[in-house]
């Protein structure tokens, strides 16, 4: 089937996150909203610890499938933002640090089974994704990167504002993803938007992208049910 213009391939795929992205669960509305109890927050930080250690691993199935060293070079970044360098911090310390902010330990954070296990299912599932379906769709499902900066610039000012018990300096993590993703956010649409060539392999992006905006939203609804104010 004669693929779509890629102008408007772009915008059925913005179309589905801003239908389906996490910025709209009902936990992400009442963390802006200041409604989040000390628990509530910590449970979050504490559960989307486990996504944080996963991506870089997710990162490394997609490595070895993508087509030639320059988009590799390009990729690994991926990598050594979470996972940091020799000289530089990566972002899984910097989430840890996060952690402390809100009162949990680097131990609690790296305690396996407090995970929750619909927050396991659902990240175990994203990694499984990238390491067996094709790159193209492994790719496309991490454009629901291309709204995370305005949920996190949004996280930046409504987390200072209404929770000032958390330190400042616990939300580092945030501010520097706003300057790593838009390299990330290039080459995601340069991969996706040339290589999906055909209306079927279209289809198969933007289905990718619909799962992945179902991870985000099955941590949430975990991690709502097991410390929300009513649990
Ligand atoms: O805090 C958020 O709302 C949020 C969302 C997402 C996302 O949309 O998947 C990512 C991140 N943060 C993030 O920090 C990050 O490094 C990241 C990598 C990826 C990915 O799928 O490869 N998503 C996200």
């Known amino acids: 089937m004669t693929p779509l213009p890629a102008a408007e391939f772009e915008e059925e795929l913005r179309a589905i996150g801003e239908q389906r992205y996490h910025h709209l669960h009902p936990f992400n509305e009442r963390m802006h909203a200041g409604d989040l109890t000390e628990d509530e927050f910590r449970g979050w930080v504490r559960n989307r610890f486990y996504y944080q250690l996963n991506l870089p691993i997710k990162d490394a199935?997609?490595?070895t499938k993508l087509p030639g060293s320059e988009h590799r070079r390009r990729?690994?970044?991926r990598i050594t933002d979470h996972d940091g360098t020799d000289g530089a911090e990566g972002g899984i310390e910097r989430w840890v640090r996060l952690g402390e902010s809100v009162g949990l330990t680097r131990a609690d954070l790296h305690d396996d089974r407090a995970v929750l296990p619909g927050v396991r299912f659902a990240v175990d599932a994203y990694v499984a994704f990238c390491r067996d379906r094709p790159w193209l769709e492994a790719v496309a499902s991490a454009m629901t990167e291309l709204f995370?900066?305005?949920l996190l610039s949004r996280r930046i000012t409504d987390v200072r504002e209404h929770y000032?018990?958390?330190a400042p300096s616990g939300l580092e993590y945030f501010r520097t993803r706003l300057t790593q993703q838009p390299a990330d956010i290039e080459h995601l649409l340069e991969l996706v938007l040339t290589h999906a060539d055909t209306r079927e392999k279209q289809l198969a992006?933007?289905?990718a992208?619909?799962?992945?905006c179902d991870v985000l939203w099955t941590l949430l609804d975990s991690v709502q049910l097991?410390?929300?104010k009513d649990a």
């Not at 992208?209 to 992945?212: A, I, R, T, V, Y």
């Open 148 to 150: 995370a900066p305005d």
């Open 164 to 166: 000032p018990w958390i």
């Open 61 to 63: 199935f997609v490595l």
């Open 209 to 212: 992208l619909e799962f992945k």
């Open 226 to 228: 097991a410390f929300g």
């Open 75 to 77: 990729w690994i970044k």
């Open 205 to 207: 992006c933007a289905r």
